[in-house]
């Protein structure tokens, strides 16, 4: 899937991930790790955490309850289901279910900011890192009515 979303990136002229697959995918064992399933395949994944990554947030915003998403890949083949905006609400409702505040995320990518925001987010503030520019964003949690977007949620530990 990862392999698949660095093509479409670049069939796009979008600087992907392709140099950093093995990085990516080794991200997923720093939270929990949520698949978005269609009809037996794994269509999209977010690796989510309920601690703020200690560079990105200050201690004020850490101390607010909120889940953190990072490494959200979905598979170009499913487009038009927009898997990436479904992982995105269920999340928010997820959050509010938990009595968190806020779901917040981070990018690389100015044309991910534009995406994040057609999703409810909002761009909180920038940061300068060896690996780039960083972009961090943030939505409120709320309740959905997720069944009404054909969402039916399932916890396996």
């Not at 720093?30 to 395949?41: A, D, R």
């Not at 100015?110 to 503030?125: F, R």
């Not at 972009?135 to 309740?143: F, G, I, T, V």
């Amino acid at each position: 899937m990862i392999t698949a979303r660095c093509g479409w990136m670049e069939q796009q002229g979008l600087e992907s991930w392709r140099e950093n697959i093995d990085d990516l995918a080794g991200q997923s064992g720093s939270g929990f790790m949520w698949v978005l399933e269609f009809e037996g395949s794994i269509v999209g994944c977010t690796t989510v955490m309920t601690q703020a990554p200690p560079k990105d947030w200050t201690p004020e915003e850490a101390d607010e309850p909120a889940l953190y998403l990072f490494t959200t890949v979905t598979d170009p083949a499913y487009q038009e289901h927009k898997p990436g905006t479904l992982i995105a609400l269920w999340a928010v409702d997820r959050a509010a279910r938990q009595g968190r505040t806020w779901v917040r995320r981070g990018c690389f990518f100015p044309e991910l900011v534009k995406y994040y925001e057609t999703q409810g987010y909002s761009l909180v503030k920038e940061q300068n890192r060896s690996a780039g520019h960083l972009y961090l964003l943030a939505r409120r949690a709320e309740r959905l009515d997720l069944e009404a977007l054909g969402m039916e949620t399932r916890t396996t530990v």
